[in-house]
């Protein structure tokens, strides 16, 4: 009886009209079937938003030729206004012809006032002409001392500036008196220019010699002497810088 009765109950709770084959529900506009086991997207309708539609409208540039995002400045914008208003390449490079001219007419002329703040340059461009001068003009004159004439110009300016930096106050730099001493060399250049004419080992190349000497050594302690203000000096310059150039108008007598 017992056994019966749950049969019963069984075949009653199974009996009924739910199909697990055609269930399908709905979600959120679409279907989802169970008998396949995915989302229907084609029945799928709803609200789209309009951002997402202005996303979706098609690329109408051109294929490798996409639209320049940055404009490039001009060349004026990295280095000024204009081309014009950059420096001479000279000028960048401590050449300056007014001022190795000023300087030259300074030596030349030995009683005009020397100009301090011009003079206290470091300029090597016109004291290598006037060396390279030089030695050619000996050459000329059947002497070939390059070595020496710059062997005794290193060796007289590293002298030299020793000797003033412990007589100015202010000092002075290497470069400031290899400027000075070969500027100052232009008349040994007219000694040697003498020489290629006639012979100076006599009384008349004596006299000269010791002209040129003394030209060269009293311009350069006037421009020594106004560069690094040391006034009531001169005398005490003058004199090492005459046995400088007394040895380069050895070379030129003999």
């Known amino acids: 009886m017992s ?35 995915g989302y ?6 709803g609200y789209i938003p309009p ?6 409208q098609p690329y109408t540039g051109q294929i490798f030729q996409p639209a320049p995002a940055y404009t490039p400045s001009s060349p004026q914008s990295f280095y000024g206004s204009s081309f014009e208003d950059e420096p001479p ?33 470091t300029d090597l461009a016109g004291p290598m002409v006037f060396c390279l001068a030089f030695g050619a003009t000996l050459l000329l004159a059947g002497k070939i001392q390059f070595g020496y004439v710059y062997g005794i110009s290193a060796i007289g300016c ?10 100015s106050m202010t000092g002075v730099s290497f470069g400031c008196v290899a400027s000075v001493l070969g500027y100052c ?33 009293f311009s350069a302690s006037k ?22 150039y007394g040895v380069f108008a050895l070379i030129s007598v003999f």
Not at 40 to 45: A, P
């Open 185 to 217: 060399l232009l008349p040994m250049i007219i000694l040697s220019s003498f020489a290629i004419v006639f012979s100076l080992q006599g009384m008349m190349g004596v006299i000269l010699a010791a002209g040129i000497i003394g030209w060269c050594s």
């Open 89 to 121: 390449l000279l000028e960048e490079l401590g050449i300056n012809f007014d001022h190795i001219w000023q300087k030259t007419l300074t030596v030349l002329h030995p009683l005009k006032e020397a100009d301090g703040s011009i003079m206290n340059e």
């Open 223 to 244: 421009i020594f002497i106004s560069a690094l203000a040391m006034e009531g000096q001169q005398l005490l310059v003058a004199y090492p810088c005459a046995l400088l």
């Open 51 to 56: 951002e997402m539609m202005a996303q979706q």
């Open 158 to 167: 590293l002298g030299m500036f020793c000797l003033l930096n412990l007589m």
């Open 40 to 45: 229907e997207y084609s029945q799928q309708s």
């Open 3 to 37: 056994g019966s009765g749950f049969d019963n109950f069984n075949t009653d709770f199974y009996q009924t009209s739910y199909s697990i084959d055609d269930q399908t529900q709905s979600y959120g506009g679409g279907t989802y079937s169970k008998q396949y086991g």
